[in-house]
């Protein structure tokens, strides 16, 4: 049987004495069995249920930064998203425990030692400049945690704020090149060499300016049909902007809906909408219409084996198949151009700046924040080139006023 995430601590008897086994550590409720007992139990599930670091600084020791730890990575996984947990544990486990995963007391953690923290993270070349600045305000986050459950000490936690993010060209460390749109025709050199469950997802990210998540994970029952105006409306579940903006429905239009109906068609509401079976069943069927010979009885066989059996392929796409299957298609159309003609290598990120770019031009910077569902302009302004559009256009057609036909101005 699995072990259950967040089951609490058992009711157990050592002797005459009722305890309960805690990270480590045994505590005593009173007499096995006695009235007194349960209640001191009860009490001690409902204290870790609301504070889960209450009773790891109870006792005589302090709380150590390994516990503190553990208790942070429980508590990110139950209130934030995946994505949020995962850059958590990577900071916390791949580099904060593994120098002091030993019993270094939380109070003891100092600025130094979150700069030797830092330190790896560089040595380590995984991650660039502003990663590191992300993660080391992560693990700065964990101590104000232990500071409001009563854990650390308000002193520690504001000692590591007086640590400064490193700044540009930093020794050891690197930047990577701002992230630009793919141009509208690599991504129409693309679609052919897609499957076509592929490429509705692209035109229908392109069309949008959505977020690759928001594509691959909507199911059938996020998109309501029932409001009568001639819109669809698909509602994410979640997204990373959800804290500050809360819920806010993509609607879809005409052109979106061509894209999204053949999806549509004999599903339940919690199936996909874009799905890698239905990828792998149009690449068979293009497979067939294509085949220039007959089938072979083994063939035939075969055919009978894969429809008996239930596809191993996964009900959603994910980050890593999504682009997989982009990459794969680039690779299959470069077979068929030159050199000079040759898809340059994109990933669906891209879609989204080029959707930004794209919808500034035509509808302006605010109705661009409102699509990409950025909380501020300057967001938006990270994702879109169109500023320097601009610019190049006033470049092109600016005169100037001081000219004359014959020289100076008299």
Not at 135 to 164: C, Q
Not at 201 to 220: D, H, K, N
């Amino acid at each position: 049987m699995p072990k259950l995430p967040n089951r609490p601590p058992k009711y157990c008897r050592l002797k005459k004495y009722a305890v309960v086994y805690y990270h480590g550590k045994t505590y005593y409720l009173g007499d096995y069995g006695s009235p007194e007992s349960k209640t001191a139990y009860s009490r001690f599930v409902a204290e870790i249920q609301a504070n889960p670091v209450f009773y790891l600084s109870k006792g005589e020791t302090e709380i150590c930064v390994k516990e503190l730890a553990v208790a942070f990575l429980d508590h990110t996984k139950a209130t934030q998203d995946i994505a949020d947990y995962k850059h958590c544990r990577t900071a916390v486990v791949d580099f904060l425990l593994k120098l002091y995963g030993d019993d270094t007391p939380a109070d003891a953690f100092k600025p130094s030692c979150l700069k030797l923290v830092r330190e790896e993270m560089i040595r380590s070349r995984r991650f660039c400049r502003n990663t590191i600045n992300k993660y080391v305000r992560r693990i700065v986050s964990m101590f104000m945690w232990g500071v409001e459950n009563d854990s650390v000490p308000e002193t520690t936690w504001r000692a590591l704020k007086a640590v400064k993010a490193l700044p540009k060209s930093y020794p050891g460390t690197f930047d990577h090149a701002e992230r630009e749109g793919v141009p509208k025709h690599v991504v129409a050199a693309t679609l052919p060499f897609l499957a076509p469950v592929v490429a509705a997802m692209v035109q229908l990210q392109y069309l949008t300016g959505m977020r690759p998540s928001e594509v691959f994970r909507m199911t059938v029952g996020d998109i309501d049909q029932s409001r009568g105006n001639g819109l669809w409306y698909y509602v994410p579940k979640s997204h990373k902007t959800e804290r500050h903006i809360g819920k806010k429905p993509i609607p879809l239009g005409a052109v979106h809906q061509a894209l999204i109906e053949p999806y549509l068609i004999g599903k339940n509401p919690s199936e996909a909408v874009f799905s890698p079976r239905t990828a792998m069943e149009e690449r068979n069927a293009e497979k067939r219409a294509n085949r220039k010979t007959k089938l072979t009885p083994s063939q035939i066989a075969k055919e009978k084996a894969r429809a008996a059996k239930p596809s191993p392929y996964n009900e959603f796409y994910d980050e890593n198949s999504y682009r997989k299957a982009i990459e794969y298609a680039i690779k299959k159309g470069n077979r068929h151009f030159p050199d000079s003609d040759k898809i340059p290598h994109w990933h669906p990120y891209l879609l989204r700046n080029s959707a930004a770019t794209d919808i500034e031009l035509e509808h302006g910077l605010d109705v661009a924040q409102a699509q990409l569902g950025h909380t501020s302009a300057n967001m938006t302004k990270r994702y879109s080139s169109a500023q320097l559009k601009h610019r190049e256009k006033m470049a092109r057609e600016q005169v100037n006023p001081f000219a004359t036909k014959g020289g100076s101005e008299k």
